[in-house]
């Protein structure tokens, strides 16, 4: 049982952090970026002595904090309590997943710029057995204008109020045998001369993304920790009242903490723990040995959780991606994984990637610009970007569109092999650090199955390739030397028997194979960063969940049990379908984008003949050189039931298509006419889709609908919950409820092998 601490203004120094800034690159950078100047520069040298500015003292200890945290984190195990006193309670949310780095960021840097306006007073530290009277001291003497802004230990309480009261209780201190420190600061902090601060604080907290803490966290307002729907009444009041640090100390006692961690530089808080166990051990006391009965219990966290949600997977991940979880929504073509689905997963502080795959670059700007629009400049979400082996042109445009509105996140999928257009996104924009490091700031996430895909996903790009698009005027020479030190993907997701495209690999072989290989590339290449590794396909319940995690998975992607939710982009007529998938219900049929290739998705097979039909257009695919060979009985019931049409309209439709279109593509399927046929019957797979996409009642015997078996069992999971009826599922509350019971059931797995039942 352990809490950890964060320490508050007064404990920074000059050098905090060395050891952490060029661990978390990524994270240092964000800072600068929104703070307009080098953070590590400000901790390491202290420029101008800015360190006693409370406008760069807080953004500087809430940045070494939460790095310091994340450090740990990949170290030892999780705390079961938060705890930070004043300040450091910022860091303490961040750490509980109340919000992402950089929003922390902010709202530290206008506490700062608020309490920095305050101008007038002082605070006074008083020290020895009379700081426990305190109050009835300042009442006896008359400093009714003096408020208690620290109740740190029965023998430490900081003062604030108007200098010259202050001194006057100094001195009366002195008389009663006690000590005082003056502090050297602007104005009365956690005191009534904030509160026009705190109202302001409380306007911006209003517009802030802030969701309740996942891991207990005390408040300094109350000594408890925060209950549902608590954080912004009581981090504006914080500001101009009373760091409750001993109540604070003594709650934690009381629920049978025994472990006390400072988090930060100093030691301020070690004493104060301290401090409060003495004072604990002194006195009768009733043990409350029992989790945290109120609000850690509203807010579905017990202070006993060992492996709660927000631990599963790498620390690293959740902070390099800004996401309360290690767990992201994996992107469904044609905009299944649409808007309203990363719009909504982005609100809850977790990531979900747009399917961009089938969509012309004008849709994908419409919804990316939507996206933007509704998240914020700094919203979290990530966009998909499709192998087209056979349309380079639209790979490359979509890069473009990417590039041009600053898209950072990207999953690559359905890549058999590197091109330029995924290498130049990846690599624009890298650089080096002020420590020489190679840094790239875009994320590729690839989505693989085979170890030859892998490993060069794992691998710099090769330098022919990086020669010809600095030549291209794709790359400048500099990002070029930098990617030569990088990998292509700075996330590797190993993808199983999943829904749509797949190899129908097994999770239990593949990723430990690919965790391996990962350090294996890693180790010979000496990159500066690590290559995280993370799992899909499969993942429709907490048992699996748990068993890519324990395998070794950084983080996790979902796919099929995103499509049968309110915020999926597909018909009601298919929820409905998907609704009542089993664990049985889906089957391979050929891919339509790569036919001729013999390439699989996995589809729904119950409610439709989608999988049959597709299969026997392949059969005849191979069977028949030309559509004019089709025999008459079997081209008459693919006209029939299949097309609804002549073949020979079909491909009239589909020439014109081509005309307007692909005319380098039409030039070739006139002179090979395997290639026509081709073509013909990829028509099938587009009315197919669309047909499903749009709820078409009249084709729903050929609805293609991409899915792979962890749907049923998530259907399975949920009956008889809130979950149980599609209308009722949103992508956010997905996500809780699996890595919620994925933690519990990695708990008590562990539990029961530990004690051999």
Same mark, same amino acid.
């Given at each position: 049982?352990?809490?950890?601490?964060?320490?508050?203004?007064?404990?920074?120094?000059?050098?905090?952090?060395?050891?952490?800034?060029?661990?978390?690159?990524?994270?240092?950078?964000?800072?600068?970026?929104?703070?307009?100047?080098?953070?590590?520069?400000?901790?390491?040298?202290?420029?101008?002595?800015?360190?006693?500015?409370?406008?760069?003292?807080?953004?500087?200890?809430?940045?070494?904090?939460?790095?310091?945290?994340?450090?740990?984190?990949?170290?030892?195990?999780?705390?079961?309590?938060?705890?930070?006193?004043?300040?450091?309670?910022?860091?303490?949310?961040?750490?509980?997943?109340?919000?992402?780095?950089?929003?922390?960021?902010?709202?530290?840097?206008?506490?700062?710029?608020?309490?920095?306006?305050?101008?007038?007073?002082?605070?006074?530290?008083?020290?020895?057995?009379?700081?426990?009277?305190?109050?009835?001291?300042?009442?006896?003497?008359?400093?009714?204008?003096?408020?208690?802004?620290?109740?740190?230990?029965?023998?430490?309480?900081?003062?604030?109020?108007?200098?010259?009261?202050?001194?006057?209780?100094?001195?009366?201190?002195?008389?009663?045998?006690?000590?005082?420190?003056?502090?050297?600061?602007?104005?009365?902090?956690?005191?009534?001369?904030?509160?026009?601060?705190?109202?302001?604080?409380?306007?911006?907290?209003?517009?802030?993304?802030?969701?309740?803490?996942?891991?207990?966290?005390?408040?300094?307002?109350?000594?408890?920790?925060?209950?549902?729907?608590?954080?912004?009444?009581?981090?504006?009041?914080?500001?101009?009242?009373?760091?409750?640090?001993?109540?604070?100390?003594?709650?934690?006692?009381?629920?049978?903490?025994?472990?006390?961690?400072?988090?930060?530089?100093?030691?301020?808080?070690?004493?104060?723990?301290?401090?409060?166990?003495?004072?604990?051990?002194?006195?009768?006391?009733?043990?409350?040995?029992?989790?945290?009965?109120?609000?850690?219990?509203?807010?579905?966290?017990?202070?006993?959780?060992?492996?709660?949600?927000?631990?599963?997977?790498?620390?690293?991940?959740?902070?390099?991606?800004?996401?309360?979880?290690?767990?992201?929504?994996?992107?469904?073509?044609?905009?299944?994984?649409?808007?309203?689905?990363?719009? *909504?997963? #982005? %609100? =809850?502080?977790?990531?979900?990637?747009?399917? +961009?795959?089938?969509? !012309? $670059? &004008?849709?994908?700007?419409?919804?990316?610009?939507?996206?933007?629009?509704?998240?914020?400049?700094?919203?979290?979400?990530?966009?998909?970007?499709?192998?087209?082996?056979?349309?380079?042109?639209?790979?490359?445009?979509?890069?473009?569109?990417?590039?041009?509105?600053?898209?950072?996140?990207?999953?690559?999928?359905?890549?058999?092999?590197?091109?330029?257009?995924?290498?130049?996104?990846?690599?624009?924009?890298?650089?080096?650090? *002020?420590? #020489? %490091? =190679?840094?790239?700031?875009?994320?590729?996430? +690839?989505?693989?199955? !085979? $170890? &030859?895909?892998?490993t060069a996903f794992l691998s710099p790009p090769p330098a022919a390739l990086l020669d010809r698009l600095v030549e291209r005027g794709k790359l400048s020479r500099a990002e070029a030397d930098a990617a030569a030190e990088l990998p292509v993907s700075g996330e590797l997701c190993v993808e199983s028997d999943?829904?749509?495209?797949?190899?129908?690999?097994?999770?239990?072989?593949?990723?430990?194979?690919?965790?391996?290989?990962?350090?294996?590339?890693?180790? *010979?290449? #000496?990159?500066?960063?690590?290559?995280?590794?993370?799992? +899909?396909?499969?993942?429709?319940?907490?048992?699996?969940?748990?068993?890519?995690?324990?395998?070794?998975?950084?983080?996790?992607?979902?796919?099929?049990?995103?499509?049968?939710?309110?915020?999926?982009?597909?018909?009601?007529?298919?929820?409905?379908?998907?609704?009542?998938?089993?664990?049985?219900?889906?089957?391979?049929?050929?891919?339509?984008?790569?036919?001729?290739?013999?390439?699989?998705?996995?589809?729904?097979?119950?409610?439709?003949?989608?999988?049959?039909?597709?299969?026997?257009?392949?059969?005849?695919?191979?069977?028949?050189? +030309?559509?004019?060979?089709?025999?008459?009985?079997?081209?008459?019931?693919?006209?029939?039931?299949?097309?609804?049409?002549?073949?020979?309209?079909?491909?009239?439709?589909?020439?014109?298509?081509?005309?307007?279109?692909?005319?380098?593509?039409?030039?070739?399927?006139?002179?090979?006419?395997?290639?026509?046929?081709?073509?013909?019957?990829?028509?099938?797979?587009?009315?197919?889709?669309?047909?499903?996409?749009?709820?078409?009642?009249?084709?729903?015997?050929?609805?293609?609908?991409?899915?792979?078996?962890?749907?049923?069992?998530?259907?399975?999971?949920?009956?008889?919950?809130?979950?149980?009826?599609?209308?009722?599922?949103?992508?956010?509350?997905?996500?809780?409820?699996?890595?919620?019971?994925?933690?519990?059931?990695?708990?008590?797995?562990?539990?029961?092998?530990?004690?051999?039942?």
């Amino acid at each position: 049982m352990a809490v950890w601490m964060f320490p508050g203004q007064g404990s920074q120094q000059r050098g905090m952090g060395a050891e952490l800034f060029a661990r978390y690159p990524q994270l240092v950078a964000e800072a600068d970026a929104l703070l307009g100047y080098s953070v590590r520069r400000l901790c390491l040298e202290d420029p101008g002595g800015r360190l006693r500015d409370t406008r760069y003292t807080q953004p500087a200890l809430y940045v070494v904090e939460a790095l310091a945290y994340l450090d740990r984190l990949d170290r030892e195990p999780p705390p079961t309590l938060l705890a930070g006193h004043s300040l450091g309670e910022y860091a303490a949310l961040f750490a509980a997943g109340s919000f992402d780095f950089g929003t922390g960021l902010r709202l530290v840097v206008r506490r700062g710029e608020l309490m920095a306006q305050a101008q007038g007073g002082g605070m006074l530290a008083v020290l020895g057995p009379v700081a426990a009277r305190i109050g009835e001291v300042a009442a006896r003497f008359g400093a009714a204008d003096v408020d208690v802004a620290n109740d740190n230990t029965d023998e430490q309480v900081v003062l604030s109020g108007p200098s010259a009261s202050l001194a006057a209780l100094a001195a009366h201190v002195r008389e009663l045998g006690g000590r005082s420190v003056t502090l050297n600061v602007s104005a009365a902090f956690h005191s009534r001369q904030m509160v026009e601060a705190a109202e302001g604080f409380a306007k911006y907290l209003a517009d802030a993304e802030l969701v309740d803490p996942r891991v207990p966290v005390l408040s300094n307002v109350t000594g408890r920790p925060y209950p549902p729907g608590g954080l912004r009444d009581l981090l504006a009041e914080q500001m101009c009242g009373p760091v409750r640090w001993k109540q604070s100390m003594r709650w934690v006692l009381e629920h049978g903490e025994t472990t006390a961690v400072e988090i930060g530089p100093g030691t301020v808080l070690t004493g104060f723990w301290r401090a409060a166990e003495r004072s604990y051990a002194a006195v009768p006391h009733v043990s409350v040995t029992a989790p945290v009965v109120s609000a850690a219990r509203e807010n579905r966290a017990e202070v006993r959780e060992t492996w709660g949600p927000q631990r599963l997977g790498s620390a690293g991940f959740r902070a390099d991606y800004g996401v309360r979880y290690a767990y992201l929504c994996g992107a469904m073509y044609h905009g299944i994984a649409s808007s309203d689905l990363v719009i *909504r997963m #982005g %609100r =809850a502080g977790l990531m979900g990637y747009f399917g +961009a795959g089938g969509l !012309r $670059p &004008e849709r994908i700007e419409a919804e990316l610009t939507r996206i933007k629009r509704e998240l914020g400049r700094d919203g979290r979400y990530g966009m998909n970007l499709l192998c087209t082996l056979d349309n380079p042109q639209l790979e490359q445009a979509v890069v473009e569109l990417y590039l041009r509105h600053g898209v950072r996140y990207v999953e690559a999928a359905a890549y058999p092999q590197l091109t330029e257009a995924l290498v130049q996104y990846r690599f624009t924009g890298a650089h080096r650090d *002020r420590a #020489g %490091r =190679a840094v790239a700031v875009n994320h590729v996430l +690839a989505k693989v199955s !085979r $170890p &030859e895909v892998a490993t060069a996903f794992l691998s710099p790009p090769p330098a022919a390739l990086l020669d010809r698009l600095v030549e291209r005027g794709k790359l400048s020479r500099a990002e070029a030397d930098a990617a030569a030190e990088l990998p292509v993907s700075g996330e590797l997701c190993v993808e199983s028997d999943s829904g749509g495209h797949t190899d129908g690999g097994v999770a239990l072989i593949l990723l430990p194979s690919m965790l391996r290989l990962r350090d294996e590339v890693a180790a *010979r290449h #000496g990159y500066p960063g690590p290559i995280r590794v993370g799992a +899909a396909g499969g993942l429709g319940t907490p048992e699996a969940l748990a068993a890519v995690f324990l395998l070794g998975a950084d983080f996790a992607v979902t796919g099929s049990v995103n499509q049968c939710t309110v915020e999926a982009g597909t018909s009601e007529a298919v929820k409905d379908l998907l609704a009542g998938l089993d664990v049985q219900d889906t089957t391979y049929a050929p891919a339509g984008d790569l036919f001729e290739l013999g390439a699989r998705v996995q589809v729904a097979r119950k409610g439709t003949l989608f999988a049959a039909r597709a299969n026997r257009l392949y059969q005849v695919y191979r069977q028949y050189g +030309a559509l004019e060979e089709i025999d008459p009985a079997t081209r008459a019931t693919l006209e029939r039931d299949y097309f609804g049409r002549p073949l020979g309209e079909v491909w009239s439709e589909t020439r014109d298509y081509l005309a307007e279109r692909h005319p380098e593509e039409l030039e070739r399927a006139q002179r090979d006419p395997r290639r026509r046929m081709a073509l013909v019957f990829r028509w099938y797979f587009r009315r197919s889709s669309r047909a499903a996409l749009d709820g078409d009642p009249g084709g729903r015997v050929d609805y293609q609908i991409h899915c792979g078996p962890a749907l049923g069992a998530f259907n399975r999971w949920a009956l008889g919950t809130e979950l149980e009826r599609w209308r009722d599922r949103h992508v956010d509350v997905v996500a809780e409820r699996l890595m919620t019971a994925a933690a519990d059931c990695l708990r008590d797995r562990l539990a029961a092998v530990g004690s051999g039942v």
